[in-house]
Antibody, heavy 121, light 107 residues
């Protein structure tokens, strides 16, 4: 069974920075494409970022609202994926979920419990 | 970006009812669609992928169909644990997007 455990959420002021981390247990991490998905309070789901496996080039993709401000990365030795967030805006307030991607990172077959990021002055 | 719409946005149903939720894509996505169930305060759970493939461990009362632009999620006999919000998601091209959700509550 795959287990994902996020950490690093919290309260940050607009313009501030935060880094989220996700530890992955119980799967062959090196071959998995990983994504972050967020959900603003009372709202729907929004895919945020994806990183391919190293053997597939470790390519990164981002949704437009975060492109240039967020950076997704992975450490295959530590079995972790991170999301570095800078220049945070109030609109970034959300629960951030770490997810594993199905074949070619398509659908999201495993989810963490989520970590809340609140951007407020 | 490909837009997904869902209908209805909410519905009230009784245990044992057959429930159908529709997801429409703004352009053709072949069978690149997944369905998720989310309960309050919990992470979403994958139900269906590739439009009609049942995820391992998901009860067989859930089924998906469709291709191109029009898709449906059907719950053949609604159970008490099925009251939740359901989202579709396409994975045809980046950025992946989700539908706005359909909330299923108790009549």
């Amino acid at each position: 069974e795959v287990q994902l455990v996020e950490s690093g959420g919290g309260l940050v002021k607009p313009g501030g920075s935060l880094t989220l981390s996700c530890a992955v247990y119980g799967s062959t991490f090196t071959n998995i494409w990983m994504s972050w998905v967020r959900q603003a309070p009372g709202k729907g789901l929004e895919w945020v970022a994806r990183i391919k496996s190293k053997k597939d080039g470790e390519t990164r993709d981002y949704t437009a609202p975060v492109n240039g401000r967020f950076t997704i990365s992975r450490d295959d030795l530590k079995r972790t994926v991170s999301l570095q967030m800078i220049s945070l805006k109030t609109d970034d307030t959300a629960v951030y979920y770490c997810t594993t991607g199905g074949p070619w990172g398509t659908y999201f077959d495993n989810w963490g419990q989520g970590t809340l990021v609140t951007v407020s002055s | 970006a490909i837009q997904l719409t869902q209908s209805p946005s909410s519905l009230s149903a009784s245990v044992g009812d057959r429930v159908t939720i529709t997801c429409r894509a703004s352009q053709g996505i072949s069978s690149g669609l997944a369905w998720y169930q989310q309960k309050p305060g919990k992470a979403p759970k994958l139900l269906i992928y590739d439009a009609s493939s049942l995820e391992s461990g998901v009860p067989s009362r859930f089924s998906g169909s469709g291709s191109g632009t029009d898709f449906t999620l059907t719950i053949s006999s609604l159970q008490p644990e099925d009251f939740a919000t359901y989202y579709c998601q396409h994975f045809n091209i980046y950025p992946f997007t989700f539908g706005p959700g359909t909330k299923v509550d108790i009549k």
